[in-house]
């Protein structure tokens, strides 16, 4: 059975499919520091926490900017139809008040600081994306090019 993928947005810095390592962190998390408000960081952080989990991870995920912290699952991908972010992105808006987009922050604001629920038919579409763009991300180049593999 084919599955038409469900378009979801980055949630920032925290859509990133690289694995957190503290070059990525440095590049990009640490100049987004103290961004978010502290009274608005609590509110951010239900929704995140609150939002779908779309793809699992049983990896630990250790905070890379000040080792703060450890997130169980920390690299699992969660949703709310219209984002999708990495498990431990409401560790780090909590602990460093990491920016994400104004227009996502005006998205929770919208929806009362609730994650929606993402129905089944949504779910599976955004499963497909998520894993197609994973793919794409993730696989090396085979065929030359900057960065190219070879395989013989």
Known sequence: MDVAPVRVEPLGVFGDYRRLTKDVAELLLVPRINVVELGLREKIV???????????SLRYSDDMIDGRFVVPGGESSRTDGHYFWRADASAYILEYGIEIPAEAIEHMRAHQWVAPAVGRAAFV?????????????????????????TTT
């Open 46 to 56: 239900s929704y995140l926490q609150f939002g779908t989990t779309v793809t699992n």
């Open 125 to 149: 579409g955004i499963d497909a994306y998520l894993e197609q763009q994973r793919r794409l991300t993730l696989e090396p180049r085979r065929f030359g090019g900057k960065g190219a593999t």
